[in-house]
C-alpha cells in the first residue's frame, strides 16, 4: 500500500503521534545539514502531513507543471537551434560556435537537473517521516555530517519510487540509531540497479546471523543456484570460498547457541555420553549482506531450514538441533520459547 495513503487510514490520534516524531526526525536533519532541511521542512512542512494526500498532489503538479514549463521554454528558446549543412559528407549538426546560445541551453538543462534533484530529495524526505511512523525519535544524538553528506549526493539521482523507499528505510534507520547503515553499505547500493537489489533480495531468507547453511543441493531447490553464489562473492555479500565452518565443542547433555536471527535462535544438544564437537559448513555473510538483511523486510525460510538442519544433522550424531522463537533479550542474555517451532534428532 501507497505510505500516504496507510497514512490517511490511520486513526486520528497515531496520525498525530507520526506528526510529533516527525517534527522531532526533522529537527535530528536539520542539525545535521543546517539551514537546508530547516528552510525546506520547518513545522510547517510537517503540519501539512495531516492533509498528506493534498501535499503529494501538490508536489506531483508542482513538478509536472515545472517539467512542463521548463521543456516548453527550452522548446521556445531553440526553435531557431543553429542547424549547418557540412559541405564535406552532406550530415546534419548543431552550430555549437554561439557561445551566448550554447549558454543559454546549458543554463536551461542544469535548472532542470537541479530541480529534479531536489525533487527527488524531497520525496525521499517525505517517505523517511512515514517509515518513521509514530517510533521515539531520540534527538540527543546526532547523525554523522559525512554521513548525511554522502547519502544525500546519492539520493538526489534516486527517481525510482521503489528505489526512494529503500533509501527512505536506510535514512529513517540511521535517525532511530546513529551509525546502523556504513558509508561501505551506501556505495554499495549506490552501484546496485534496481534489478540487482531484487536479486540480493533472493538470499536473504537464507541468511541466519551472519551465515548461510553451506548445502547447495538444498540451496538450489530453493532456487539458489552456485551461479547466483559466486555473483554475490564478486559483489561483496558474501564468501564462497568453501572452508567457513561452524565447529563448537559439547559435554555431556549439555546445550549450545548456534545462530540467532531477529526473532530465532537455533539450539543444540548433546545427547552423548561423552564431549562432541559440532561442525556446520557455512557460507559467511560480509558487513555488506548484513547491513542489506537490516533494511530488508523479509523473513526467515523455515522449510530451507528444516531441511538444511536435516541434512547437517546426518553428520552430528547423537545430536538434537531445535529452532525456538524469541521472547526477549538484552546484552547478556536470550529468552526463548522452550516449545520449538521445530526439532530433530539424529
Known amino acids: 500500500m501507497d505510505p500516504i495513503e496507510t497514512f490517511n487510514n490511520l486513526p486520528p490520534e497515531q496520525q498525530q503521534e507520526i506528526i510529533k516524531q516527525g517534527l522531532k526526525a526533522v529537527d535530528k536533519l536539520s542539525k545535521g545539514l543546517g539551514k537546508l532541511f530547516g528552510y525546506f521542512f520547518d513545522d510547517k512542512y510537517m503540519k501539512k502531513m495531516a492533509d498528506a494526500e493534498a501535499y503529494k498532489e501538490k508536489v506531483l503538479a508542482d513538478a509536472k507543471a515545472y517539467e ?7 522548446i521556445r528558446n531553440n526553435k531557431d537551434l543553429p542547424i549547418k549543412l ?6 546534419l549538426s548543431v552550430d555549437i560556435t554561439n557561445t551566448e546560445q550554447l549558454i543559454q541551453r546549458s543554463n536551461l538543462r542544469l535548472q532542470y537537473q537541479q530541480a529534479k534533484k531536489q525533487q527527488n530529495i524531497e520525496s525521499v524526505i517525505g517517505k523517511t517521516v512515514l517509515e518513521l511512523g509514530d517510533k521515539t525519535v531520540d534527538t540527543t544524538e546526532e547523525i554523522d555530517e559525512d554521513w548525511f ?6 539520493v538526489e ?8 523507499n529503500l533509501w527512505a528505510r536506510i535514512l529513517a534507520g540511521e535517525i532511530l540509531r546513529p551509525k546502523t547503515n556504513s558509508l561501505r553499505l551506501l556505495d554499495f547500493l549506490k552501484n546496485t540497479s534496481k534489478d540487482d537489489f531484487n536479486v540480493l533480495l533472493k538470499i536473504l531468507p537464507f541468511i541466519s546471523e551472519k551465515y548461510i547453511i553451506r548445502d547447495l ?3 538450489q531447490k530453493y532456487g539458489i543456484s552456485y551461479e ?9 555479500v558474501l564468501n564462497s570460498d568453501g572452508l567457513t565452518n561452524i565447529t563448537t565443542k559439547l559435554d555431556v547433555n549439555s546445550k549450545t547457541e548456534i545462530f540467532q536471527t531477529k526473532n530465532l535462535i537455533l539450539i543444540a544438544k548433546n545427547n552423548f555420553r561423552q564431549t562432541k564437537e559440532m561442525r556446520i559448513p557455512v557460507f559467511s555473510v560480509t558487513e555488506i549482506g548484513l547491513g542489506l538483511l537490516n533494511l530488508a523486510e523479509t523473513s526467515l525460510n ?12 546426518k553428520d552430528n550424531k547423537n545430536m538434537t538441533f531445535s529452532l525456538h522463537l524469541i521472547k526477549s533479550r538484552n546484552d547478556d542474555s536470550i529468552t526463548y520459547e522452550l516449545n520449538p517451532i521445530f526439532e530433530i534428532t539424529n
Open 68 to 74: 512542463i514549463n521548463t521543456i516548453g521554454e527550452a
Open 149 to 154: 553528506i554522502r547519502y544525500f549526493k546519492i
Open 157 to 164: 539521482d534516486i527517481s525510482d519510487e521503489d528505489m526512494q
Open 228 to 236: 547466483l553464489i559466486l555473483r554475490l562473492d564478486e559483489w561483496g
Open 302 to 313: 523455515l522449510d530451507f531450514f528444516r531441511d538444511a538442519i536435516t541434512a547437517f544433522s
Open 86 to 91: 557540412s559541405s564535406i559528407d552532406n550530415t
Open 217 to 219: 543441493r538444498i540451496l
